[in-house]
Nanobody, 132 residues
Framework: QVQLVESGGGLVQAGDSLRLSCAAS????????MGWFRQAPGKEREFVASIRWSGDNTDYADSVKGRFTISKDNAKNTVYLQMNSLKPEDTALYYCASENGGPAKALSRVRTGVRGFQPDYWGQGTHVTVSS
């Protein structure tokens, strides 16, 4: 199991910046990728960004491309989300997520042909509120 703890959320004004952090613990040796999702009030949870744990391949949702930057510190088992030029529409509960890279998940990916970030573990979320 992997435990994820987010921090860094808060209330800011449009145009401001925030940096979210997510510390992972537990069976982190098998981590394949980590990333962020968000869920705004009344909306479905949506993908924000992800990063491979070995190597630095990243992926971003179109809505945050150019404004958000995901990064990591492998030694600290921590992933970050630098959010610049925040907009009111960025207001959401931001969840850290981790995808296992163990044999079972690898087999599942082969069998289903699924690509992209497919989380297995989730943090509790941290609130980000952007006022206009």
């Amino acid at each position: 199991q992997v435990q994820l703890v987010e921090s860094g959320g808060g209330l800011v004004q449009a145009g401001d910046s925030l940096r979210l952090s997510c510390a992972a613990s537990g069976r982190t040796f098998s981590t394949y990728a980590m990333g962020w999702f968000r869920q705004a009030p009344g909306k479905e949870r949506e993908f924000v960004a992800s990063i491979r744990w070995s190597g630095d391949n990243t992926d971003y949702a179109d809505s945050v491309k150019g404004r958000f930057t995901i990064s990591k510190d492998n030694a600290k088992n921590t992933v970050y989300l630098q959010m610049n030029s925040l907009k009111p529409e960025d207001t959401a509960l931001y969840y850290c997520a981790s995808e296992n890279g163990g044999p079972a998940k690898a087999l599942s990916r082969v069998r289903t042909g699924v690509r992209g970030f497919q989380p297995d573990y989730w943090g509790q979320g941290t609130h980000v509120t952007v006022s206009s």
